[in-house]
């Protein structure tokens, strides 16, 4: 299967400082999504892109697809407590019949402690 | 709408048991995912379904059995429960589109041990 890097896996950060991980790709991919998890729950979607190069928001939240379509970064500006979670990548790539739509392969995650 | 919905949450089987987890959506999606996740180890597609009738294999498909009769519902079969399928279980939907978009959508999760 595609293997997505995601990184760091985990980050310590004290409240109101900015935040950036990424992931990178060894195959294109036409989508990325960027979801979070809090414990015991699963994944929520927070930002998808679309086309190469789109940089998107969501509050404090931006993101952006890489112009070689093989990574992407998520940033978070100004966290606070309730940003506490794993985020997870996740890029649409293509199924055993050729189809693009159908599968999505997800990162392993990087694990948000925030500090007040 | 609820969205997607699963049961059991937490569920305790012996080795060789069989189960079932439940997974339904009212979004009308056409699309559904079962995955598994493991810590530290994001998340495994163990089979999907792209409409009722159809179904396919994912990365982790051993061990599982699925089947789509109705557009909502797409249930999980474990046949003889072992150790290595203690995880946690999460059902998705999504819907296509002419753009093919993916936006998959997850439901609570189910909590499975195995002993």
């Known amino acids: 299967g595609q293997q997505l890097n995601q990184s760091p896996q985990s980050m310590f950060i004290q409240e109101g400082e900015d935040v950036s991980m990424n992931c990178t790709s060894s195959?294109?991919?036409?989508?990325w999504l960027w979801y979070k998890q809090d414990p015991g729950e699963g994944p929520v979607l927070l930002i998808a892109?679309?086309?190469?190069?789109e940089l998107t928001s969501n509050g404090r939240l931006t993101a952006q697809f890489g112009i070689t379509r093989k990574d992407s970064f998520l940033n978070i500006s100004a966290s606070i407590p309730s940003d506490v979670g794993i985020y997870f990548c996740?890029?649409?790539?293509?199924?055993?019949?050729?189809?693009?739509?159908?599968?999505?392969?997800f990162g392993r995650g990087t694990q948000l402690t925030v500090w007040p | 709408n609820a969205g997607v919905t699963q049961t059991p949450k937490f569920r305790i089987l012996k080795i060789g048991q069989s189960m079932t987890l439940q997974c339904t959506q009212d979004?009308?999606?056409?699309?559904m995912y079962w995955y598994r996740q493991d810590p530290g180890m994001g998340l495994k597609l163990i089979y999907y379904?792209?409409?009722?009738?159809?179904?396919d294999k994912g990365e982790v498909p051993n061990g599982y059995n699925v089947s789509r009769s109705t557009t909502e519902d797409f249930p999980l079969r474990l046949e003889l429960a072992a150790p290595s399928q203690t995880s946690v279980y999460f059902c998705?939907?999504?819907?296509?589109?002419?753009?093919?978009?993916?936006?998959?959508?997850f439901g609570p999760g189910t909590r499975l041990t195995v002993l």
């Open positions: 979004m009308n999606h056409n699309y």
């Open positions: 996740a890029g649409q790539g293509v199924d055993g019949r050729g189809s693009t739509l159908g599968r999505l392969y």
């Open positions: 379904s792209v409409g009722a009738g159809i179904t």
């Open positions: 998705a939907s999504s819907y296509s589109s002419q753009r093919g978009y993916n936006e998959q959508f």
């Open positions: 892109l679309y086309k190469a190069g």
């Open positions: 195959s294109i991919f036409n989508t």
